[in-house]
């Protein structure tokens, strides 16, 4: 069964902590996108990475990080510089040849 | 910079048509894509329209795009309650192998039965 996989579904943060979340795909996509999303906002880009050890920063990229070491595999970890992190965070993938997002389930992360 | 911009709500009876309106300013747009968010999920493509299309039909899905005006629509026939969900617009173009994705902010249907 092919998709994207997105993991914890919740998370929480501690003041002062840095949190990893997951995102695994099985589709054989070169690319893959992270969004934050905020009520009332659109989709807004942090990271994106069109090859395996590659990555580029979106329009939010500040307080976060990432890394493609694998090609199935764009953790995005959000440090303790973000000041903000409540939000609900959507990994998705592309392949080039149907120029599509799909879209993994999201992770909600809140601040404790 | 790119803009995709939708109302933020709207409200229908069970077995209306339902139109959801997006406006857009990226003139160099290759894709324009409807997808639909359900409460605490990721997005779920609906459907797409190339550039060079002015019309799409997909079952009770019907995709309207105006080229000169840069206003896409999209219209659920026969719209029932699990209907209900939050519909995003979205366009992509972009030089180089990146196709970057601007998205609207989401208009939230309401279904009511």
């Known amino acids: 069964d092919g998709g994207i996989t997105q993991s914890p579904k919740y998370l929480f943060r501690k003041e002062g902590q840095n949190v990893t979340l997951s995102c695994e795909q099985n589709?054989?996509?070169?690319?893959m996108y992270w969004y934050r999303q905020d009520p009332g906002q659109g989709l807004r880009l942090i990271y994106y990475?069109?090859?395996?050890?590659?990555?580029q920063k979106g329009d939010i990229a500040e307080g976060y990080s990432v890394s493609r070491e694998k090609k199935e595999s764009f953790p995005l970890t959000v440090t303790s510089a973000q000041k903000n992190p409540t939000a609900f965070y959507l990994c998705?993938?592309?392949?080039?040849?149907?120029?599509?997002?799909?879209f993994g389930a999201g992770t909600r992360l809140s601040v404790l | 910079g790119e803009d995709v911009e939708q109302s933020l709500f709207l409200s229908v009876r069970e077995g209306d048509s339902s139109v959801i309106n997006c406006t857009y300013t990226?003139?160099?747009?290759?894709?324009l894509y409807w997808y639909k968010q359900e409460p605490g999920a990721g997005l779920q493509l609906l459907t797409y329209?190339?550039?060079?299309?002015d019309m799409k039909q997909d079952q009770r899905l019907t995709v309207l795009l105006n080229k000169k005006d840069k206003h896409l629509s999209l219209r659920i026939a026969d719209t029932q309650t699990g209907d209900s969900a939050i519909y995003f617009c979205?366009?992509?173009?972009?030089?180089?192998?990146?196709?970057?994705?601007?998205f609207g902010t989401g208009t939230k249907l309401q279904v009511i039965p």
């Open positions: 990226d003139s160099s747009s290759t894709y």
């Open positions: 998705a993938s592309l392949t080039q040849g149907e120029n599509i997002q799909y």
């Open positions: 589709l054989n996509h070169d690319a």
């Open positions: 990475s069109q090859i395996v050890n590659d990555f």
């Open positions: 329209i190339f550039s060079n299309m």
């Open positions: 979205a366009e992509s173009g972009g030089s180089g192998g990146y196709q970057k994705v601007t």
